[in-house]
């Protein structure tokens, strides 16, 4: 079967449906359709508070069919092939779909398998992770039957959703264990790829204290290679030296690799590292002019969170609408993120800033500092936000 759209959007995520909600909203309304696999859509930045144990996993998801902008056409199918110079793609069901202009949203693909042992253990003895709707209820199961010994935390090399994400939930959990009387036998570490706690100043000195108040124990330049869940331990490469460390665990929260999905890095749309290669500014494909990329799937250079996405789409909508009408897009994109990095059941850091890592901050205040207001705002605020704003296509 052929079918034909003047605007194709792959994925049906935070991004395409923001996306599509923008476009149908213009006059006249373009034609799109949005081709998605999943009958669910999660607002994943929940999966925190749910790991600990604030939120119930179904507080997450909505009925994806709800979520679809009136008049767009929703093709409940998967991309697996794209060709650019044909303006088409093809389906996992053989169907091919052409356009006159495409837009890539297909998110970040969740790579259990590059740490060996990790995909069988999730959810089992101790090992947890709050970055599936599958595992995240295995999280606070953890956090609750863990009485002392090691609790470890990993982050691991390359892009993640939100840089900041794989220390909330250590935060959530120290709290925890306090509360339950355990934190005083316990030991918790950070083991992460990365080089420092954060990337952005002032953000890193202040979660640099926190880590310090709190007791927890950073092994910077740590990246997980394997879960051996037979006997509890997890193995360490030290990315500085190469050498292997092993560290036994009663419980251990991990962030698995992530990277482009292997669809689109196998396309020619793909950069050298497997993203969709769009400029950074205008979010126009460098190489195919019809072609525009959004989010996590895409080479923009800045952190991959939903606040990310809620900054691009009207970029993305303002230069696509400008090129189907043979203007040049002027419309730019300054690297603007967000990270609320959760540091207890209280409190939070709005970490926000640009490409240059230099703070663009929302608030008349020093957002580098715990504040409730800030916690409040993630734990309520944002979900509202995020369902009846950014996904209509208001903010």
Not at 91 to 110: K, R, S
Not at 202 to 207: D, E, G, K
Not at 225 to 241: G, H, M, T
Not at 340 to 366: Q, R
Request: proline share 7%.
């Amino acid at each position: 079967m052929e079918r034909h759209h003047r605007i194709l959007i792959v994925g049906g995520g935070t991004a395409g449906i923001t996306v599509a909600a923008r476009l149908r909203q213009q006059d006249p309304a373009p034609d799109v359709a949005i081709v998605e696999p999943s009958a669910k859509h999660y607002y994943q930045p929940l999966w925190t508070l749910v790991g600990g144990g604030i939120y119930k996993p179904e507080d997450s998801e909505r009925e994806e069919a709800d979520l679809i902008p009136a008049g767009a056409t929703w093709i409940r199918d998967a991309v697996s092939t794209f060709d650019p110079g044909r303006n088409r793609v093809t389906t996992t069901n053989g169907d091919v779909i052409t356009y006159d202009w495409l837009v890539v949203a297909a998110g970040i693909q969740i790579d259990w398998d590059k740490v060996k042992g990790l995909r069988d253990a999730v959810g089992h003895h101790g090992v947890c992770s709050n970055y599936d709707i599958k595992t995240v209820p295995s999280t606070w199961r953890s956090i609750q039957a863990f009485r002392g010994g090691t609790a470890i935390f990993t982050q691991p090399s390359g892009p993640v959703k939100c840089g900041g994400g794989p220390q909330k939930i250590m935060y959530l959990a120290e709290e925890a264990f306090e509360r339950a009387g355990v934190r005083k036998q316990s030991r918790l570490i950070f083991a992460t790829a990365t080089p420092r706690i954060f990337a952005v100043e002032p953000y890193a000195t202040s979660l640099e204290k926190v880590v310090a108040r709190k007791g927890i124990e950073p092994l910077f330049k740590h990246n997980l290679i394997e879960i051996r869940a037979d006997r509890n331990e997890a193995v360490f490469q030290k990315l500085d030296s190469g050498d292997e460390v092993v560290l036994h665990y009663e419980m251990i929260h991990v962030t698995p690799p992530m990277g482009p999905p292997d669809f689109i890095a196998r396309s020619p749309l793909a950069d050298a590292e497997g993203w969709v290669d769009v400029d950074k500014f205008t979010l126009r494909h460098l190489r195919h002019p019809n072609v525009f990329g959004i989010g996590d799937a895409s080479s923009l250079p800045t952190s991959k969170t939903g606040a990310a996405i809620r900054k691009q789409a009207p970029v993305l909508v303002a230069n696509l609408m400008a090129c189907m009408n043979d203007q040049v897009p002027t419309a730019s994109y300054d690297g603007y993120t967000s990270c609320p990095v959760v540091t207890g059941y209280n409190s939070l850091i709005m970490a926000e800033f640009d490409y240059d890592k230099k703070p663009a901050e929302t608030f008349p205040f020093d957002q580098s500092q715990e504040r409730f207001s800030m916690f409040l705002l993630k734990k309520a605020g944002l979900p509202s936000l995020y369902w009846h704003g950014m996904l209509k296509g208001r903010v």
